[in-house]
């Protein structure tokens, strides 16, 4: 419980630090480059639901929200349809744009998972599936929260060069990057990690057909 607040209490202060510089929608303060308007545009778009997706992620595992159910259900489809789907749709443009081939691999294919396993998760809870549900909405916000991720490594991997002859500031914008598709692959890792080591939990659906089965007489 600790923990979950925890992750929402730094997924707030750095959605504020991501959104920040464009609450003015001036394209001259824009921390990427861009070229035109409807690169902005997009770049944009693209930050501001990932904001909502990385503050309102956190929620969807409190105890005493999932117990609400309308307020759960409510607070997921803002997450997946004003959050994952959006900024995941404008991830892939925005990477395809940066023409650093890192980048455009990483950040597109992480893209693509953001979208896939929020489109399995959702279908999950459709089925009442609920233990797929949350295995996959974990995995979401593994790649939702890259945007944390790579922003930690950047300074990690700077400070890896120290034994090597010391850190070079000036290399910082070639190591994102590198911290952009690192931190996609760290975060889904530890989750999947978590995954295995908590033992695996049927949904009621699916319990009650097991019992069902199991109870029937044998032919």
Excluded: C
């Excluded at 501001?48 to 309308?70: E, N, S, Y």
Aim: without cysteine; glycine residues 6%; positive net charge.
């Amino acid at each position: 419980m600790r923990k979950t607040w925890l992750v929402f209490a730094v997924a707030l202060g750095f959605g504020a630090v991501l959104v920040y510089p464009y609450l003015g929608l001036d394209i001259d303060d824009s921390r990427l480059s861009v070229r035109s308007s409807l690169q902005y545009a997009v770049l944009v778009a693209h930050i501001f639901t990932a904001a909502v997706a990385l503050v309102l992620g956190p929620l969807q595992f409190v105890p005493k929200i999932r117990a609400r159910r309308r307020v759960h259900r409510t607070l997921g489809r803002l997450y997946l349809f004003a959050g994952v789907l959006p900024s995941g749709l404008a991830t892939i443009p925005v990477a395809l744009w940066s023409g650093r081939l890192v980048t455009q691999l990483g950040l597109t294919t992480a893209g693509v998972l953001w979208l896939v396993t929020g489109a399995l998760a959702y279908r999950a809870a459709r089925r009442r599936d609920f233990a797929a549900h949350r295995a996959w909405m974990l995995r979401n916000y593994a790649l939702t929260f890259l945007a944390v991720t790579s922003r930690v490594l950047v300074p990690v991997l700077l400070l890896v060069q120290v034994p090597f002859g010391g850190v070079d500031p000036a290399s910082a914008p070639t190591l994102i990057p590198i911290g952009q598709t690192l931190g996609w692959v760290v975060n889904l890792a530890v989750v999947e990690i978590l995954l295995r080591q908590r033992p695996a939990t049927r949904s009621p659906r699916r319990t009650k057909r097991f019992a069902t089965r199991r109870d029937a007489p044998a032919a």
